[in-house]
């Protein structure tokens, strides 16, 4: 069974990015997966202090701070793949979910527990794909590239019209299957 961690980044339980988090996760399927959503707006996670406790800690986060991101440590350290998912808030993914990412950086020092782990990108803009979601792509596919984990790839739906607009039009749904199929396919289950 491959565990996969989703790490939802949108403040809107019923979203836009919800939604094509849904239709992603339903191209990648039931069998031989389980699938844990964490909505992390609703979680207590501060900013890293860049305290460098967690640069003398090997073999676990080793992190100075004692908030939700201790408990979310283990199961990323535990997932077999990693799907950040969040709308774009002023040409970036939301507050919440950068924390989260910086926060990373604890699992990366001493010794590099994301090494090779697999990691995934859903984004949502109301603008085109060049008003943040660019960006926020690269963001992810470059500290991917920077810590050694294995970056699968990203979906975007921007310009997004919005739930309802895209309930209409079956390819938004059809698209978003597809990369959840990709996603299962790299996985190898
Ligand atoms: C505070 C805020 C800032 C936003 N900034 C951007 C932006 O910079 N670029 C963009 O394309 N869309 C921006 N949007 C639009 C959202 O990314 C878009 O509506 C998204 O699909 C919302 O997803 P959700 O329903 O999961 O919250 C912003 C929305 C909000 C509320």
Same mark, same amino acid.
């Given at each position: 069974m491959k565990k996969v961690l989703v790490l939802e980044g949108?403040?809107?339980?019923?979203?836009n990015t919800a939604l094509v988090t849904d239709w992603v996760l339903e191209g990648l399927g039931k069998r031989g997966v389980s699938v844990e959503r964490v909505r992390v707006p609703k979680l207590d996670i501060n900013g890293c202090?860049?305290?460098?406790?967690?640069?003398?800690?090997? +073999? /676990?986060?080793?992190? *100075?701070q004692d908030d939700d991101m201790t408990e979310l440590y283990d199961r990323i350290i535990d997932c077999e793949l990693l799907l950040f998912t969040s709308p774009i808030f002023c040409w970036g993914v939301t507050g919440q979910l950068k924390l989260v990412t910086d926060r990373l950086f604890a699992l990366m020092t001493g010794e590099n527990m994301l090494k090779g782990k697999p990691i995934a990108l859903v984004l949502t803009g +109301? /603008?085109?794909?060049? *008003?943040?979601a660019d960006l926020a792509a690269r963001m992810y596919r470059d500290i991917a590239h920077f810590i050694g984990m294995e970056y699968l790839g990203e979906h975007i739906v921007a310009p997004c019209p919005g739930r309802q607009a895209m309930n209409r039009r079956p390819s938004y749904r059809e698209e978003a299957k597809r990369f959840g199929k990709e996603l299962r396919q790299r996985l190898k289950t």
């Amino acid at each position: 069974m491959k565990k996969v961690l989703v790490l939802e980044g949108s403040p809107r339980e019923r979203g836009n990015t919800a939604l094509v988090t849904d239709w992603v996760l339903e191209g990648l399927g039931k069998r031989g997966v389980s699938v844990e959503r964490v909505r992390v707006p609703k979680l207590d996670i501060n900013g890293c202090q860049a305290c460098s406790t967690c640069v003398s800690t090997k +073999g /676990g986060a080793g992190c *100075a701070q004692d908030d939700d991101m201790t408990e979310l440590y283990d199961r990323i350290i535990d997932c077999e793949l990693l799907l950040f998912t969040s709308p774009i808030f002023c040409w970036g993914v939301t507050g919440q979910l950068k924390l989260v990412t910086d926060r990373l950086f604890a699992l990366m020092t001493g010794e590099n527990m994301l090494k090779g782990k697999p990691i995934a990108l859903v984004l949502t803009g +109301g /603008g085109s794909i060049f *008003a943040g979601a660019d960006l926020a792509a690269r963001m992810y596919r470059d500290i991917a590239h920077f810590i050694g984990m294995e970056y699968l790839g990203e979906h975007i739906v921007a310009p997004c019209p919005g739930r309802q607009a895209m309930n209409r039009r079956p390819s938004y749904r059809e698209e978003a299957k597809r990369f959840g199929k990709e996603l299962r396919q790299r996985l190898k289950t």
